[in-house]
């Protein structure tokens, strides 16, 4: 967000900003992926306050103040709004529960489905969502951004095909073989849900969306182009030309050799990438492209201690000078302590 300040008349632009508009900042904004969840007392506490986990996610005052707990809590310089990849299926009219302790659960679509699936629901079943991304926006300082979020098609339609998260997503990697055009049917349809759905929150007010590619490494390499790549292009194309200047973080998790190209293909404005990369080397081969979010692993913050600060000083090191947002390389796991995720910020702000 940018906003006036009236006694002094200067701009407050939050710093994560800064770096996806194109400076690099000597000490990187951080935030965490999953940064609001099961690690925290106060998101245990309030999740027995609403019922299911969608109903979490679609009552506006929870899901608004979940998403503030680890602004409160830990500072970040990003919130992301509260709400799941999955909320999309759902706006799609497809059956999505969250069992306690399994995950999610989802009446697997066949392809005689995919030809039913509408997206003219899609902004009235999410209203709710968009109302948190406006009420998280009123509360937040000028100083903190709200980043909006949605699934990338890919990782999406392997929930939707599978019913379920499953290891290695063969189901869809079945039909991606067995039935490509249907697939890139599959596809289109999120695409549009998804371009609706992120204008929506940015014109409600987010400041930036991230796009999770999760299971974007299942794929062969013409099929992350044709699946992955191609429809974030898309998405990313199809907000732009509502909003021009809209802020967008790719995370194409696995990607590997495929990053600089993703990158180039979808025109992001940073990408995220998890600890198997070496960061010197994709920021290399990245250049001034975009900016780099990660990418510590989330097991070295569950083991803490000195191993955590060397890693930390490890990516600061191999991205200084360079557009750093610090994070994890994906999710915070439950088990995460607390006083390691104040030890990382410490480190991180040193
Ligand atoms: O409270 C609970 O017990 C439910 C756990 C939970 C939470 C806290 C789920 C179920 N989703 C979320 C929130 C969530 N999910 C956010 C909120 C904002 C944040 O703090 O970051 C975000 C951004 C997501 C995104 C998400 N959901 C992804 C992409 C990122 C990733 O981790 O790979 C995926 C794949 C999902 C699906 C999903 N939702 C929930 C679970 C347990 C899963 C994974 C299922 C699986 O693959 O087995």
Same mark, same amino acid.
């Given at each position: 967000m940018v906003v006036q300040? +009236? =006694?002094?008349?200067l701009m407050t632009k939050a710093r994560l900003l800064h770096v996806l508009d194109g400076e690099a900042m000597a000490q990187p904004p951080m935030w965490l992926m999953r940064?609001?969840? /099961?690690?925290l007392p106060e998101y245990r506490a309030l999740r027995?306050? *609403?019922? +299911?986990f969608l109903d979490l996610c679609y009552t506006p005052e929870l899901a608004t103040e979940v998403t503030l707990q680890p602004i409160r809590r830990f500072g970040f310089d990003a919130a992301i709004l509260? =709400? !799941?990849?999955l909320v999309i299926p759902h706006a799609l009219g497809r059956d999505v529960r969250f069992v306690e302790g399994e995950g999610p659960r989802l009446d697997p679509i066949d392809v005689a489905d995919i030809e039913q699936?509408?997206?003219? *629901?899609v902004l009235e079943r999410l209203a709710p969502v968009l109302e948190t991304v406006s009420a998280v926006r009123r509360e937040l300082a000028p100083d903190k951004a709200l980043i909006g979020f949605c699934g990338a098609p890919w990782t999406v339609a392997t929930y939707m095909i599978a019913g379920k998260g499953t290891p290695d997503q063969a189901p869809s990697r079945l039909l991606a073989a067995r039935d490509p055009q249907a697939l890139d049917r599959l596809i289109d349809k999120l695409v549009q849900a998804s371009i609706v759905y992120l204008v929506a929150q940015l014109r409600a007010g987010a400041d930036a969306v991230q796009i999770f !590619? +999760?299971? +974007? /490494?299942?794929?062969s390499p013409a099929g992350f182009e044709r699946w992955s790549a191609g429809p974030i292009a898309r998405i990313v194309a199809g907000v732009r030309a509502e909003i021009p200047d809209a802020r967008f973080i790719g995370f194409p998790k696995g990607a590997d050799r495929g990053l600089v190209s993703f990158v180039e293909t979808t025109g992001v404005n940073a990408v995220g990438v998890d600890w198997t990369v070496p960061l010197a080397t994709v920021r290399q081969e990245i250049a001034d492209r975009a900016a780099i979010q990660g990418n510590l692993d989330p097991m070295v913050l569950v083991a803490g201690g000195t191993q955590l600060d060397d890693a930390v000083d490890e990516i600061l090191e191999a991205m200084r000078g360079g557009r750093l947002i610090f994070n994890l390389g994906h999710g915070i796991v439950p088990q995460t302590p607390i006083e390691h995720v104040e030890r990382l910020v410490e480190r991180v702000r040193r």
């Open positions: 300040n +009236s =006694s002094t008349g940064q609001a969840g /099961r690690y027995t306050k *609403a019922g +299911s509260f =709400s !799941d990849i699936l509408t997206t003219n *629901a !590619d +999760s299971w +974007s /490494r299942v794929l």
